[in-house]
């Protein structure tokens, strides 16, 4: 865990900056739930939205895996769809499914379904970040939100999709309509991440879980524009901002040069081959694929000590997974990796 005299100054946000750190900063991508048997204990008996809406929940469930793991920083407890139920949208996760609705996003009419966040639709998310930091001290906390091409699918389709057909469908027949609609998405998540980055959230990362079914060049047409809206309306604010995307190794040029300081990087590709891409002038995350984390131990450590090598190629490194944690993961392992990557780093 960062010894920094404030979480502006923490391992974290000086990797974030290409700046120099006493040892690479880790963090874990979901490790604030599903592995934890204290969070599995904590979330006994209420429902996941129930639970990213009350702040003695969120508070807890966000620091359990920095008083376990030691990590250099927390990650906000929270889920993709949150601020679409908190405009109205009237959304639920199913366990073992993922987010559905009853009535999917299909027409212009629709679009009157989804106002514009505001900071009073959210006044428990910013109470939740503001218990989270004073607990934190030192360590910073990352901020969440869900890109507008993955918030823009669930609605679209009612709930995960293999194939997306119906979101490709509506953006290759209606772009007036999809653009509108994306950029509506983009607002709620930009206004999501100000909240918590006025209630102290010193980083934030946008999610795009599902830009990888997409081709190059529908990335760049459709929807490179509006990730881009949505981390420029965080640029006044000075915390560094993480883009990260599931399968997005063809897109990685062009998440780079959305608006980010920090370009996550999934498990699919090699890092060293991530930041050649990218260009070497810009901090990179990951990127140890989660499965692994179920091998033998020598194993991991042999990943370990290749992402961390191949990371010092980048301006700054933040080592995490190449997605986030599988809920049967080991914490033990989880430890001893944070333990290992500052180990190494250190040296």
């Not at 700046?19 to 739930?33: K, N």
Request: proline share 7%.
């Amino acid at each position: 865990m960062t010894t920094a005299a404030s979480p502006s100054d923490s391992p974290l946000v000086r990797a974030a900056r290409g700046e120099s750190v006493p040892h690479t900063p880790v963090w874990f991508m979901r490790q604030a739930g599903r592995s934890l048997p204290e969070y599995r204990e904590i979330r006994r008996g209420t429902d996941m939205l129930e639970a990213c809406r009350t702040p003695d929940l969120v508070t807890e469930i966000t620091l359990q895996p920095v008083r376990r793991h030691g990590v250099d920083a927390a990650v906000f407890f929270s889920d993709i769809v949150v601020p679409l139920q908190a405009v109205g949208v009237d959304i639920d996760i199913e366990p073992g499914v993922g987010p559905v609705l009853d009535v999917p996003f299909r027409s212009r009419e629709d679009l009157d379904r989804i106002p514009e966040l505001t900071a009073d639709m959210v006044p428990d998310i910013a109470e939740s970040v503001h218990r989270v930091v004073l607990e934190l001290g030192s360590v910073p906390l990352v901020g969440f939100a869900g890109a507008p091409f993955t918030l823009a699918s669930y609605l679209i389709e009612g709930g995960p999709s293999k194939n997306h057909e119906q979101t490709k469908a509506l953006m290759h027949g209606d772009p007036q309509l999809w653009n509108e609609l994306c950029a509506r998405l983009s607002q709620i998540s930009a206004a999501f991440l100000q909240v918590q980055v006025e209630a102290g959230a010193s980083a934030v990362q946008l999610f795009d879980s599902w830009a990888g079914f997409l081709s190059r060049a529908d990335y760049r047409t459709h929807v490179l524009p509006h990730s881009r809206a949505t981390l420029a309306a965080l640029a006044a604010t000075g915390v560094p901002r993480i883009h990260f995307g599931v399968g997005t190794g063809e897109l990685l040029t062009d998440m780079a040069g959305a608006g980010t300081e920090v370009v996550g990087v999934d498990y699919r590709v090699n890092l060293a081959d991530a930041i050649e891409r990218i260009g070497g002038d810009q901090p990179v995350q990951g990127n140890l694929d989660p499965a692994l984390l179920f091998a033998p131990w020598d194993v991991v450590e042999a990943q370990v000590r290749r992402i961390l090598a191949e990371g010092r190629a980048a301006p700054g490194h933040i080592f995490n997974l190449g997605h986030g944690v599988l809920p049967d993961t080991d914490p033990v392992v989880l430890t001893r990796v944070v333990e290992l990557v500052h180990e190494v780093s250190a040296r």
